[in-house]
T-cell receptor
Framework: EPEVTQTPSHQVTQMGQEVILRCVPI?????FYWYRQILGQKVEFLVS????????KSEIFDDQFSVERPDGSNFTLKIRSTKLEDSAMYFC?????????FGDGTRLSIL | AQSVTQLGSHVSVSEGALVLLRCNYS??????LFWYVQYPNQGLQLLLK??????LVKGINGFEAEFKKSETSFHLTKPSAHMSDAAEYFC????????????FGTGTQLKVEL
């Protein structure tokens, strides 16, 4: 069964550095999403992406964040000048209809 | 705005006992409702969904849920718990016509004891 893949599984970064989280959505899906889960908290929506542009974003998704689909297969989340509070599990998801399929996540640790 | 409430952050059942995980939602328009399961160090796996039609929906691993509009609920059940069901369960809502984002509840950690 096709699946969403995310790399790396764990990223450790110094505070203030930039980080790029990578995702390969399911190939025939058109909608892409990023969510995050701070340890012990619920999963929160960050952004959705369709037709090469952001279709919706949450208040969390400020100017520090950006998304890109640099080619036909990858979908990336860039976090500029990371802060301690950015430490979380970041999930990528994709969909072609109602059901969103999630990757296994990237655990981001900011030191 | 839509929201999801999951009553009970931790639920413990004996193996073979009924599993009942509660979910209530708030939405001003007809919702799509989902249950996802998360095993340790893994992503979110879809258990089942309600979009339209039959209000009792069956999912994987013997789970089912019933959409009750009058109670704004979508509780998850399984007649007989198995040790492998131990995981965290998330209820989520997507508002029709309001974009595709999912709003999640805070999750319920299910523990299954011998």
């Amino acid at each position: 069964e096709p699946e969403v893949t995310q790399t790396p599984s764990h990223q450790v970064t110094q505070m203030g550095q930039e980080v790029i989280l990578r995702c390969v959505p399911i190939s025939n899906h058109l909608y892409f999403y990023w969510y995050r889960q701070i340890l012990g908290q619920k999963v929160e929506f960050l952004v959705s992406f369709y037709n090469n542009e952001i279709s919706e974003k949450s208040e969390i998704f400020d100017d520090q964040f950006s998304v890109e689909r640099p080619d036909g297969s990858n979908f990336t989340l860039k976090i500029r000048s990371t802060k301690l509070e950015d430490s979380a599990m970041y999930f990528c998801a994709s969909s072609e209809g109602a059901v969103q399929h999630f990757g296994d996540g990237t655990r981001l640790s900011i030191l | 705005a839509q929201s999801v409430t999951q009553l009970g952050s931790h639920v413990s059942v004996s193996e073979g006992a009924l599993v009942l995980l509660r979910c209530n939602y708030s939405s001003s328009v007809p919702p799509y409702l989902f249950w996802y399961v998360q095993y340790p160090n893994q992503g979110l796996q879809l258990l089942l969904k309600y979009t339209t039609g039959a209000t009792l929906v069956k999912g994987i691993n013997g789970f089912e849920a019933e959409f009750k509009k009058s109670e704004t609920s979508f509780h998850l059940t399984k007649p007989s718990a198995h040790m492998s069901d131990a995981a965290e369960y998330f209820c989520a809502v997507r508002v029709t016509g309001g974009g595709n984002k999912l709003t999640f509840g805070t999750g319920t950690q299910l523990k299954v004891e011998l």
